[in-house]
């Protein structure tokens, strides 16, 4: 019995010691603080729910404004909407409701003023869901003595975090850096592919060095194979689709406003797409000007983009290129 009862007594003095790592474990002042360290600006649940982003308060002055409308972002510059790039504000979002250690620096109104986070010395991030109701006013402070943290606080709180420099990259980049300014800029989402292309019409510029117009070329698919409107002894039909690909995901190097869609020059050339949904897409391109650039407009899209003249060139293949060496 004496054997028992010091069994007995020994098993709860250990299970008293167990009790009382555990509970010093979980109350760890340490440990309560690494915990309270972990924040996101804007709670994951919310992502869906948002419709508008705009970030002001730069120092140039430019303000950058997005805005989704039925499920696809645009960017917003002087009234009128251009494509924006949905992977660019998919990694924004990501970053804004990442949870990560953003340590309370300090609770006082005197700290906003000497790490540039008043209303009137922060970059603001404000993120709107519906018809603009505020998810999150984020202001964007200094950065810290290593140059990798910032310090962010959110409108109408006193209290200062700071954390690794997620949001800048996006902050103070230029407007263009938004666009999506594939002439083709469903392609970016996928909803646009090669599979997709069910004839391929290129109608050739007229050059210098040509004695008379080309022929239309045309691309017609067969199943995994392609027939053509001209002559070729050993076709190499894996050329034809990088052909394809390459039209589906050129980019232009800007938007232009002081052109209209239905200019004249956009006679010069043009690429025709048959979808095989039914639908087409006509590319046209105009010369060169006299800085080597040329300009490019997709039928149905509104919008004029600027080309390098290398670039718009390679659109343009000969017959021999797609010949099987």
């Not at 017609?220 to 052909?243: G, I, K």
């Amino acid at each position: 019995m004496v054997y028992k009862k010091k069994i007995m007594v020994l098993s709860g003095i250990i299970a008293s010691l167990v009790v009382i790592y555990i509970l010093t474990f979980i109350f760890d002042p340490q440990r309560l603080g690494a915990r309270s360290d972990m924040y996101s600006w804007l709670e994951p649940e919310m992502k869906e729910r948002i419709t508008g982003i705009s970030i002001s308060g730069m120092t140039d002055g430019e303000s950058i404004r997005l805005e989704q409308n039925g499920g696809v972002w645009f960017v917003l510059r002087e009234g009128k909407r251009y494509p924006a790039r949905q992977a660019r504000i998919d990694d924004f979002i990501d970053a804004l409701t990442r949870r990560a250690s953003y340590p309370i620096r300090s609770s006082s109104v005197s700290s906003h003023e000497r790490l540039s986070l008043t209303e009137d010395t922060a970059t603001r991030i404000m993120v709107t869901g519906g018809i603009g109701m505020p998810l999150l006013n984020l202001l964007m402070g200094q950065r810290d003595m290593t140059g990798q943290n910032i310090y962010l606080r959110k409108q109408g709180n006193n209290e200062v975090r700071s954390g690794d420099d997620l949001f800048s990259t996006y902050v103070f980049s230029e407007v263009s850096s938004w666009f999506n300014l594939r002439l083709f800029p469903e392609n970016e989402t996928g909803r646009l592919d090669v599979s997709d292309v069910q004839r391929l019409i290129v109608y050739h510029p007229v050059t210098e060095d040509d004695e008379e117009a080309q022929p239309p070329m045309m691309f017609t698919r067969n199943n995994r194979e392609w027939d053509f409107s001209f002559d070729l002894e050993n076709p190499d039909f894996a050329r034809v689709n990088t052909y394809i690909r390459d039209i589906l995901t050129t980019s232009g190097s800007d938007f232009i406003d002081d052109v209209a869609v239905n200019d004249s020059l956009f006679d010069y050339s043009r690429i025709i797409l048959e979808i095989g949904d039914g639908s087409s897409r006509t590319l046209h391109i105009g010369p060169p000007d006299e800085d080597n650039w040329r300009y490019a407009t997709v039928t149905g899209s509104g919008l004029v983009y600027s080309l390098p003249a290398w670039s718009a060139d390679r659109l343009f293949a000969r017959a021999g290129d797609f010949e099987l060496n």
